[in-house]
C-alpha cells in the first residue's frame, strides 16, 4: 500500500509541477506574441466589418433589382422564416399535448410542414446575401 501512495504522491507533485511549467510557457508566449495577437484581432475586426458591408450592399442591389446574383461572388439566398407570437404557440402546443413548454425548433418544423394547420403563424422568406470564399477569381468582374 505504501508503495502505491508514495507513487500518487510523487505523480501528484509531478503533475502540479507540469502544470504550472504549463501555465508559465502559455504566459510567456501570449506575452512574446501580443501583436501577433493584436494584429490578429484587429484583422478580424476589420474582416468582419467588410464582410457585413458587402452583405449589405449585396441586399440592398436584390432589393433594387431582384437579382438572386447582385454582384460578383454575391449570392441571395431566400430563407423561409416563421412568425408567430410564443405564447400563442405554447398553447397550441399544450392544447395538442405536444409540451409543457414551448419546443420551438420542434415547433416550426411542425408549422413549416403543414402551414394550413396554424393560423397564427405566418410564414415568409428573407433574403440573406452569402459572399464567395474565394473573391481571387471574381475580383476581375468587379468594376469600380
Known amino acids: 500500500m505504501r508503495d502505491l501512495l508514495e507513487r500518487l504522491h510523487h505523480l501528484r507533485l509531478y503533475a502540479q509541477a507540469a502544470d504550472a511549467d504549463w501555465a508559465d510557457a502559455k504566459r510567456k508566449f501570449e506575452e512574446d506574441n501580443a501583436d501577433l495577437r493584436q494584429r490578429r484581432d484587429s484583422t478580424q475586426l476589420e474582416l468582419d466589418e467588410a464582410t457585413v458591408a458587402v452583405r449589405k450592399a449585396g441586399l440592398i442591389a436584390f432589393q433594387e433589382t431582384g437579382d438572386l446574383a447582385p454582384g460578383p461572388g454575391i449570392k441571395i439566398i431566400m430563407r423561409n422564416r416563421l412568425d408567430y407570437d410564443a405564447e400563442e404557440a405554447k398553447r397550441w402546443a399544450m392544447n395538442h399535448k405536444m409540451a409543457l413548454s414551448l ?38 468582374e468587379v468594376k469600380e
Open 103 to 140: 419546443n420551438a425548433r420542434e415547433f416550426e418544423k411542425l408549422a413549416k410542414a403543414a402551414p394550413a394547420s396554424f393560423d397564427f403563424v405566418r410564414q415568409y422568406q428573407e433574403p440573406q446575401a452569402t459572399i464567395a470564399t474565394d473573391l481571387g477569381p471574381v475580383l476581375d
